[in-house]
């Protein structure tokens, strides 16, 4: 029997600065959950641990090539991450393969894990590492080198092969949603796997709600949900002698250590100077004091008047240039929620994921943390904010002026 332990979509950043857009996506807790998953790892004792891309949360401004960027610096931090990730895998002392995703940089990806192989093999089962990237539209392809070595493979598959292949995108089965998860030629794949003599199993990443394992002609084929998202999912999957594969989805459980309250900090004003993102020159000293006794997590309204006019990349934009500028040694929250009106949208166009409004606000993010809003502290100067956050049942103190000092925001958390 051949046991894979699957993760994928990390999503981290540690060197990196800043959070993904996503409040779900807890990026600068991965490395904390990774100690965590290392235990998880130790009991299963698996033949193979396998990672389906998305290790980091590479900022859009490097993978747009926004050279308005100090693009030399993500550049190195995410060699950081990407040595971090290395030295977590090494150190579980157990065979592991590797592969970029839509958000991981494939130069720094390249230069950390270009030695990683692309086939291991355990017994009479071979398993793949397929790279592969976005094309146009935001839809992976397999073409180029992947393509070649996906034909030969099948072109010499027997009734005896059995093989593992690893992706980062959906193959099967198809998922309706807002964004091209699949293969732009997934019928293709999904035909030739499903006929070629043999057995084959098909495990992807990319789509964070995962999916059942479907089976296809001779393929099997699944997709894991996302490590960084609560309550942060992982799948072991067992290889029969007489081919049968079976697959148990497993879970690390909170995010957060019970026993401390959230502080939840409206970033317009009190972080950052009113009417843009010009950094408070004590906002550092704030964060650290807020932290002291508390998890704290950073608010920022997308309908605020420097960001009201932007698409959601440009909003995602804005906040990775006020976390790069703000440094990425300092404290930088536990958590960023960038969230709407109580009314919504307002005629913006939203992404496929939910984003959070001022209505559910404190009840989004006190279950997040594990904490009853009545345990969440919202500092905001906007009393319209803080009318509907009481109303939610989070303590909301008041803070006048459009800029109240530390001394002031730290006396009322």
């Keep these: 029997m051949l046991k894979i332990l699957q993760v994928t979509d990390f999503h981290l950043r540690q060197a990196l600065a800043g959070h993904n ?40 401004a490097l993978l747009d090539g926004d050279k308005s960027y100090d693009l030399k610096t993500i550049v190195q931090q995410s060699l950081a991450d990407y040595g971090l990730v290395r030295r977590w895998l090494e150190g579980l002392g157990r065979p592991w393969m590797v592969l970029p995703g839509n958000h991981d940089y494939g130069p720094a990806f390249d230069v950390v894990f270009g030695t990683s192989p692309e086939v291991m093999r355990f017994g009479e089962v071979a398993v793949h590492a397929f790279r592969d990237w976005e094309q146009a539209g935001n839809q992976a392809l397999r073409i180029g080198p992947s393509r070649v070595r996906f034909e030969h493979l099948l072109e010499n598959a027997t009734e005896t092969s059995r093989e593992v292949h690893l992706q980062h995108f959906v193959i099967r089965p198809h998922v309706d949603y807002n964004y091209p ?86 970033r317009a004003g009190l972080l950052t100077h009113s009417g843009g993102f010009a950094i408070r020159e004590d906002a550092a000293a704030i964060l650290d004091g807020l932290s002291a006794d508390a998890h704290v997590a950073i608010a920022s309204a997308w309908h605020e008047p420097e960001s009201t006019a932007a698409p959601w990349r440009g909003v995602q934009h804005l906040h990775d240039a ?52 009545a345990e969440v502290t919202f500092l905001t100067t906007n009393a319209a904010r803080r009318a509907i956050a009481r109303h939610a049942g989070a303590r909301c103190p008041d803070l006048t002026g459009p800029e109240p000092t530390a001394a002031e925001i730290l006396a009322a958390s």
């Design 21 to 60: 857009g996503h409040v779900h996506r807890l990026s600068r807790h991965v490395p904390q959950l990774l100690e965590a998953m290392t235990r998880r790892i130790a009991d299963e004792a698996p033949d193979l641990v396998a990672v389906t891309g998305d290790l980091l949360d590479v900022p859009h």
């Design 181 to 266: 998860l699949l293969y732009g030629d997934s019928d293709d794949i999904t035909a030739r796997a499903a006929q070629a003599p043999g057995r084959r199993l098909l495990l992807s990443g990319h789509w964070h709600g995962g999916t059942p394992m479907v089976t296809i002609g001779h393929a099997q084929s699944a997709v894991c949900p996302a490590f960084c998202e609560p309550p942060h999912p992982y799948r072991v999957f067992e290889l029969a002698a007489d081919g049968t594969v079976a697959m148990r989805q497993e879970e690390l459980g909170r995010s957060f250590a019970p026993g401390r309250r959230l502080v939840l900090i409206d």
């Design 322 to 373: 006020f976390f790069e500028a703000f440094g990425a040694s300092k404290n930088q929250a536990e958590a960023l929620c960038i969230y709407l009106p109580a009314e919504g949208a307002g005629g913006r166009r939203l992404p496929a994921e939910r984003i959070t409004t001022e209505a559910d606000l404190i009840e989004r993010m006190a279950e997040l943390f594990g904490v009853a809003p």
